[in-house]
């Protein structure tokens, strides 16, 4: 595997949170409208009682990107420090390259976080062994919470559901409903 600096990681991290500079995320990136899913999402990232992460699986292009910066955008409203929300997405070469332990390391030498940590993994099956990762963060890390995506496959949601058992819960990201098309367009429910 190639190797990355601490420095050139770090850089990649700082453009991939703009928040931690103090810009914040734009309406378009996180739109006002929620789905159903982000809903749900949320219900379990800020469950008190119930630590479990939470993968958002789907097609390309159905949202679980747009529902995962919802989600940073509501703890940024909610008063968590920015630096304690990672965002990463993984088909970035040089992330897949550096892979999970010089990211973390990368981040974990540059910024000694106190409080509740908040991992964000875009496209997380180009990693490699993601699954194992995880497990390990979520047995390491007893202040992280963490949302992945993975694009919809059999054999990955396969994989996932083995491995994650109490670790995790998959949400299935389907494409919009006839309903949150309504909705969206602002379309009265009854003619």
Request: proline share 5%; hydrophobic share 40%; with cysteine.
């Amino acid at each position: 595997m190639i190797s990355f600096t601490d420095e050139k990681l770090l850089n990649l991290l700082i453009q991939y949170n703009p928040w931690w500079k103090g810009i914040p995320i734009s309406e378009k990136t996180a739109p006002p409208h929620q789905r159903f899913a982000y809903y749900e999402a949320k219900k379990l990232l800020f469950h008190k009682d119930l630590r479990r992460f939470v993968i958002l699986s789907g097609a390309r292009r159905v949202g679980k990107t747009t529902i995962m910066y919802q989600l940073i955008q509501s703890l940024l409203e909610n008063g968590v420090a920015a630096r304690n929300i990672v965002y990463l997405s993984f088909d970035n070469p040089i992330l897949k390259l550096g892979g999970f332990d010089g990211v973390l390391r990368a981040y974990d030498n540059a910024y000694p976080i106190d409080g509740d940590l908040y991992f964000f993994f875009d496209e997380v099956q180009y990693a490699e062994d993601w699954e194992r990762w995880i497990k390990t963060l979520y047995d390491t890390r007893l202040n992280l919470r963490l949302v992945a995506t993975v694009s919809a496959s059999p054999a990955l949601e396969k994989g996932s559901a083995d491995s994650g058992v109490g670790l995790w819960s998959v949400l299935k990201i389907p494409t919009l409903s006839f309903y949150e098309y309504c909705d969206l367009l602002q379309l009265p429910s009854r003619p």
